[in-house]
């Protein structure tokens, strides 16, 4: 309603007052008598009506849950039967991806203007920022900070199921999933160098080999499919926010291991053919040390606080 209409409805109750008024002017002791009737009436009748009237009770405003809380809570209820190899239900997933595609970086209290993610000029290989939101038995929440050429190498995730939700930035991702129709006597010739330490490799075939820009949807890995080993690398300044369900954990047998990875073509190979067209789509890979030049830092997370109820 404007103030135009507004004014026109007080001036016109204040009219009717005033016209009430001057037609009670006849009798001024009987409209004395009668107000100060009307005043005891009034006084009595409203402590009355106070009397009776229950008291307002006022409820008290909905309490804002924020993003993270959300993904934790949400986390709580997806994992809470977690464990080596076991994978939530379809419409879990589904609940959690839902979730996570609605984070943004401020909901987790980040911008691209910090400053672990600036390129360093004093070191051959970037840091990486792990910012670590929480961890239990049944998951973990952490999120990966980038700077420009900063790579997470090639490694694995045995037996747990996980959830890569990019915040902001360009990354490429590279991603394999064993080959488990290899011939059992099946071997490849590695190189020399690497012959001593691990002389094993494995066939695994290529599940993703692209970039991903910011705003895009979270992506899913399973204990066996959708490319459990990954290698992350920034084309910019990027953060990735990471659930895993079951975390790692070495005394149950979830560690992580680190990988080379060699094109199909490069090693010789006893009785696995594949197609010209195909070859492409498959790699080696071959165990190996956590990579010297790999510096991964913590730093506290900054974001919203976390409610474990």
């Not at 009776?52 to 809380?69: D, E, F, G, I, L």
């Not at 076991?86 to 909901?107: N, Y």
């Amino acid at each position: 309603m404007g103030r135009a209409a507004l004014a026109d409805i007080k001036g016109k109750d204040f009219s009717e007052l005033a016209k009430e008024t001057k037609t009670n002017t006849e009798d001024t002791n009987k409209v004395s008598n009668t107000n100060k009737n009307r005043s005891t009436t009034t006084s009595d009748s409203s402590r009355k009506k106070s009397r009776r009237r229950p008291k307002k009770t006022t409820m008290p405003a909905a309490v804002m849950v924020s993003p993270v809380q959300r993904l934790f809570d949400t986390c709580k209820d997806v994992f809470a039967l977690a464990g080596t190899g076991i994978v939530p239900t379809p419409d879990k997933i589904e609940q959690l991806r839902a979730v996570l595609d609605q984070i943004q970086p401020a909901d987790v209290g980040l911008t691209p203007q910090m400053p672990f993610f600036s390129l360093p000029v004093t070191r051959r290989a970037p840091p990486i920022t792990y910012l670590h939101i929480h961890e239990c038995e049944k998951f973990s929440m952490g999120i990966f900070c980038l700077p420009p050429s900063g790579v997470l190498p090639l490694h694995n995730h045995p037996g747990m199921t996980v959830f890569s939700k990019l915040l902001f930035g360009t990354m490429h991702i590279k991603s394999y999933d064993w080959v488990v129709d290899v011939p059992s006597n099946a071997s490849a010739v590695v190189p020399p160098s690497q012959t001593v330490q691990h002389p094993e490799v494995r066939l695994a075939k290529v599940k993703v080999d692209s970039d991903f820009t910011a705003p895009c949807n979270a992506s899913i890995l399973y204990p066996a499919d959708g490319g459990n080993m990954h290698c992350f690398t920034a084309v910019t300044a990027c953060a990735v926010l990471d659930v895993l369900g079951p975390p790692y954990s070495d005394p149950e047998g979830r560690h992580c291991t680190y990988y080379f990875d060699y094109p199909f073509t490069k090693l010789s190979v006893d009785e696995i053919t594949v197609a010209e067209e195909e070859k492409d789509k498959y790699a080696w890979l071959q165990e190996r040390e956590k990579p010297e030049d790999l510096a991964v830092v913590g730093a506290p997370y900054t974001g919203p606080e976390i409610v474990e109820n």
